[in-house]
């Protein structure tokens, strides 16, 4: 249980475009979703908390109109990066948390995605 | 400001030996506790959870717990070179779903 896919898993990219990262709970409800961003060699960076079918909060720094969450179902949230440049080149990750029957405690669990590898050239 | 505090190693162990992870926390009000393993180029994997002081064990991991000393730890027993990550701990306060970081202690197990 507890399976969060995301895709694309690696994205290359003109600069001046917009790219769009999907975010996907397989086997459980995700009542919120989180995005984040990693440098190389550096930590995770929260960028914003989706909760499904409400407006995305944003970390201090990150600009929302230029990253634009949607949060449509208990399912699936994505992340456009738009109008891409070659400084928003990272890995972007998306989390999830939610309930799994018989699993363990989830209120406060997130479950990570494999990650999407943004590359702007 | 909650923060979480990693060494952030490296640190390296002999295969077969106890690697010990710590981590300490400033937010008092912090509830439960997270281990999470990241490979290099990968996104972090649960390891594990834990809510209550003492000892947790799954495995070869154990996740130990002292909320009065606000100290977290790992320990995985029979090190293997498949163990070698970063390892980041991360708490969660009574109520809220985000979870605060640390920075992450990177692993290396020597064959």
């Known amino acids: 249980g507890a399976v969060v896919s995301q895709h694309p898993s690696r994205v290359i990219c003109k600069s001046g475009t917009s790219v769009k990262i999907e975010c996907r709970s397989l086997d459980f409800q995700a009542t919120t979703m989180f995005w984040y961003r990693q440098f190389p060699k550096k930590s995770l960076m929260l960028m914003a908390t989706s909760n499904e079918g409400s407006k995305a909060t944003y970390e201090q720094g990150v600009e929302k109109d230029k990253f634009l969450i949607n949060h449509a179902s208990l399912t699936l949230s994505t992340l456009t990066v738009t109008s891409a440049h070659p400084e928003d080149s990272s890995f972007y990750i998306c989390?999830?948390?939610?309930?799994?029957?018989?699993?363990?405690?989830?209120?406060?669990?997130?479950?990570f995605g494999p990650g999407t590898r943004l590359t702007v050239l | 400001q909650k923060e979480v505090e990693q060494n952030s190693g490296p640190l390296s162990v002999p295969e077969g030996a106890i690697a010990s992870l710590n981590c300490t926390y400033s937010?008092?009000?912090?509830?439960?506790f997270f281990w999470y393993r990241q490979y290099s180029g990968k996104s972090p994997e649960l390891i594990m959870s834990?809510?209550?002081?003492g000892d947790k064990e799954d495995g070869r991991f154990t996740a130990q717990l002292n909320k009065a000393s606000q100290y977290v730890s790992l320990l995985i027993r029979d090190s293997q070179p498949s163990d070698s990550a970063t390892y980041l701990c991360a708490g969660a306060g009574a109520g809220s779903y985000q979870l605060t970081f640390g920075k992450g202690t990177k692993l290396s197990v020597i064959p």
């Open positions: 834990i809510y209550s002081n």
């Open positions: 937010d008092r009000g912090s509830q439960s």
């Open positions: 989390s999830a948390r939610g309930r799994i029957a018989g699993g363990p405690r989830v209120a406060d669990t997130q479950y």
